[in-house]
């Protein structure tokens, strides 16, 4: 059934495929007292100044009262298929426990690890579905989907299959990310290489065989894989044809961005302590910054050089980092405001952030994260009239009325 989408005071959008960079991030595309038409889930044509089309008799009309309208969000970093939860670490932090020091006492992600191998495939589906419900009313309809809570390979494909099956259930689309090399199992504990070859010799492959993940990820960082253990599996994992993601510079600057730039990596995530030469590299290796403001605010830390990226012709994309330990807050909108505040990002470059750059990062920009004709029909109406109002209103859900492939999953204008 066609829909038309019709009375929009500002619709605001990027333009094209590619990951919006420098003086790009900032541009957005405003058509006002605009209309978009859609068929088949798919963005047929968009209209402003009053122009409407000529409709069908069966064409579903959906009025947006004058409000803004934006192409769907796409949190690209997420954890979020887990067991349990990590609140008993608040206390430890309280009295000074850094997040390296409770993970090498055996806690942070080796007890999600623990609590995600006892958990069944059905409990972890259930809950990880409540999560999604949860960040399709904020208005986000794509995520990126990690595993990396089960290490050993039966529950890194227990986890998998929980992010397949949730794809062709939930309206959601959903990007999985192999994270086998999120922490060193408690089995390997003083084996890391070893553990390594594991996943390039029996993961990898079965995983490629399954058709599990698109992307592999690594955890670089002090106390859990360095730069050469990185760069041997992300090289295997390429040729395997898998996309490559780095979690790097997040709480150590080891050289995870110099890995990402030169790997040419889809995106390197978190960025928090990255300086000048990583930034080069990411601009060399044409690296997507995910960058995951939330983090740095619940781990009390800095916040990522997002100014001086945007500078250096690096694309920001900005995500939650949704997980059980250092951010357990899946408000999209939050991050926008601390993109805001902390980035000192402008709306419109954050509004690039969290639509083209991230559909970029998960391999989606064809097909998502701008409203232009042949893309998905993935779009939200505010309960706002701008971009300036959606960044301010720190904490709050301001997500009215969200479309999925054109159909209304949410109506609350
Ligand atoms: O469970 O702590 N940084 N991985 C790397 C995380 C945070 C998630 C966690
Ligand atoms: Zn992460």
Known sequence: MPTLIYNIGTLQTPLGSFPHAGAAQGENRKYHNAAVL?????????????????????????????????PGLIDAHTH????GWRQNEIPLKLKGAG?????????????TVRATRKASGEELFEKSRAFLDEMLVQGVTTAELKSGYGLDKETELKQLRVIKRLNEAHPMDAVATYLGA??????????????????????????KRQGLAEFCDVFLETG??????????????????????????????LGGSLLAGE?????????????????????????????????SLYLNKSFARARDMIAH?????????????????LNIGLCMT???????????????????NAACAVNRGGSSGTIEPGKQADMVIWNAEDMEMLCYRMGSNLAGTVIKNGAIVKNNI
């Not at 084996?191 to 990898?204: A, H, Q, R, T």
């Open 313 to 329: 012709g690096i694309p920001v994309a900005v995500a939650t980092d949704f997980n059980p330990g250092s951010c357990p807050s």
């Open 38 to 70: 859609c068929d088949g889930g798919i963005i047929k044509a968009v209209y402003e100044n009053g122009a409407l089309p000529e409709v069908s008799a069966d064409t579903q009309t959906i009025d947006a009262q004058g409000r803004l309208v934006t």
């Open 182 to 207: 999120h922490a060193i199992p408690e089995e390997y504990m003083g084996k890391s290489g070893e553990y390594i070859d594991f996943i390039i010799s029996d993961v990898l492959p079965e995983i």
């Open 99 to 111: 997040y390296l020091d409770i993970l090498r006492a055996g806690g942070g992600i080796l007890s």
């Open 263 to 295: 790997l040419g990596a889809v995106s390197a995530e978190h960025l928090i302590a990255t300086g000048e030469r990583g930034m080069e590299a990411l601009a060399r290796g044409g690296v997507i910054a995910a960058l995951l403001p939330c983090t």
């Open 80 to 83: 979020l298929v887990f067991g």
């Open 338 to 356: 601390m993109a805001y505040l902390k980035y000192r990002m402008t709306p419109e470059e954050i509004l690039s952030a969290v639509t083209i």
């Open 224 to 253: 859990v894989f360095g730069v050469e253990e990185s760069r041997r599996l992300l090289t295997a994992a390429r040729e395997m044809g898998f996309g490559l993601k780095i979690h790097a510079d997040e709480i150590d600057e």
